[in-house]
């Protein structure tokens, strides 16, 4: 019998919140394919080996057709061994009153062994999606211990941000759901300085396409209140449950590893945390948010021609230099 092809797929911080919500929809089939066998690699720390053992459990008693092993480790060279896909998730959330960045101190050398676990043990061709925060600079540190991996194989999760926004929108046109609004474009960091921008975006209803600003017909609530709710959408959450956005940014890992996997629909962008070209001024190699489209092959591309205005490109050079800074504060961090 030929061997079957089995997606190796390692999520770290699999003990924690996001991973609860995220590990069944990965071994159901909803990413990769409702035909595609995976092994599950969990890793988080020696602490919580209890914890994720008991993860393990709930997965063996959920009788998936499709999950054909669960390794749980605490150990990197265990963990990252021929992965081909990891999903960096493993990092401390912040609390009430915290701005992503004060996690940079705690958070950045996690990134940078696990760069350097990716660069020794992981398939060439892995993908790699960071999610703890300051997800951005983690995944820049990760790249950087990496070189033997190519710069367009790591991503940062700006997805969850995308799913804001189109819900944001949805909400205020009548009879118009989250699914409807497309072209909707995350800039820069995933932080309180990301820039949601709808100057492009539209509503497709009925086979009839309006511009979002034309529906909302309201350019002040575009401008004020629609971006900061978006902006400060996480620390709204942390303040409401005293925890961290855990379901919905599963979800939104989910979004984004299906159409990295498989592509993106025709004439559709998704925004994706990615390794800066210098597209629209962006400080080359930078990883900032941008609106891409995916091929077939799982390659990424910058949509790139958009008509960028004086308000946008002021709030598009804000999160950049905020990056720049996170930057500077990381290297010096990781330096030994
Ligand atoms: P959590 O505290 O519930 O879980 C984190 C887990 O990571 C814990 O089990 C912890 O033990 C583990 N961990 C810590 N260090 C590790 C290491 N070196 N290797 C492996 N595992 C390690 O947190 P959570 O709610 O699951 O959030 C995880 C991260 O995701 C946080 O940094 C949070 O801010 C971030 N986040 C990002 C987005 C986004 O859109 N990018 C959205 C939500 C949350
Ligand atoms: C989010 O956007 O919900 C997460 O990044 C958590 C946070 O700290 O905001």
Redesign the pocket.
Known sequence: MASEEVITVLV??A?????YSLLLPIAKGDVFGRDKPVKLVL???TP?MAVLNGVVMELTDCALPLLREVVATDDESVAFKDVDVALL??????REGME?KD?LAA?VK?FK?QGLALDKFAKKTVKVVV???P?NTNCFVCAKFAPSIPRENFS???R??QSRAQAQIAARVEGVAAQDVSRVVIWGN?SSTQYPDVRHAVISKDGQQIGVQDAVKDDSWLKNEFIKTVQTR?AAVIKARK????MS?AN?ICDHMRDWWHGTPEGKWVSMGVSSSGAYGIEPELIYSFPVTIDKGRNWKIVEGLPIDDFSRDKMDKTMKELQEERSTALETVKD
Do not use: E, F, K, Y
């Open positions: 770290t911080g003990a924690g919140q996001i991973a890793l988080d720390i919580m998730v493993g990092a401390m959330p912040r992503r996690l958070n996690i062994s999610v703890g925060n997800a940062c999760l700006t969850l941000d995933h996480g925890l961290s956005s855990a940014a939104a």
